[in-house]
């Protein structure tokens, strides 16, 4: 059953927005994904937001660049969690996107993540699904258990490195 929905202003946020899916699919979490622009395509927008929720998604995960006015949007028609992914584009790095989507007013929250976070955006929504499934928390506890054992291999090999310089 699908219960992620990653939806974008355009096709052209796809190769940021792939890592979301790829981490879904890394746990076995069955999603969607579409092209939804609150600018471009407002009724079909508020339709997918307001709709969600009846479908069986359980969190929406929505990028855009530029003017991302997508995450906020759906935010206010859906009560589903849902996580904004700041796109960067050429002008201005993602900063006026980042600003976009995280400055929400009090009532409508967006869960923000880094300007081109997508990959995060994808681990919260496990994060997020694991509160009410003892699987998928199991498999979570298990990627940070690997993330841990990277981090301090990373720390051998620089201290290694490090230790002949010294010598
Ligand atoms: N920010 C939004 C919205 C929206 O917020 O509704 N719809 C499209 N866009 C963004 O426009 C950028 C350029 O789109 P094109 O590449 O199609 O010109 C994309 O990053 C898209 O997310």
């Known amino acids: 059953m699908v219960t992620v929905g990653i939806v974008m202003g355009s096709d052209s946020d796809w190769p940021v927005m792939r890592l979301a899916a790829e981490a879904l699919a890394e746990f076995g979490v069955a999603f ?3 092209v939804v622009s609150a600018h471009r395509m407002p009724e079909e927008m508020i339709a997918y937001g ?5 479908r069986g998604l ?7 660049g530029g003017a991302a006015h997508l995450p906020g949007m759906l935010a206010s028609v859906t009560p589903l969690p849902v996580i904004g992914v700041p796109v960067p584009l050429k002008y201005l790095d993602g900063m006026d996107s980042l600003l976009s989507i995280v400055q ?3 009532g409508v929250p967006v869960a923000t993540v880094a300007v081109g976070g997508a990959r995060n955006a994808g ?25 841990k054992e990277q981090a301090h291999a990373k720390g051998e090999r620089l201290r290694a490195e490090a230790a002949q310089l010294g010598a």
């Open 123 to 147: 681990l919260l929504a496990v994060r997020i699904l694991a509160a009410a499934d003892e699987g998928l928390r199991a498999k979570m506890e298990a990627f940070q258990v690997a993330l």
């Open 58 to 64: 359980k969190v929406i995960i929505a990028g855009a």
């Open 104 to 106: 929400m007013p009090a």
């Open 32 to 34: 969607e994904a579409d």
């Open 50 to 54: 307001a709709g969600a929720a009846g």
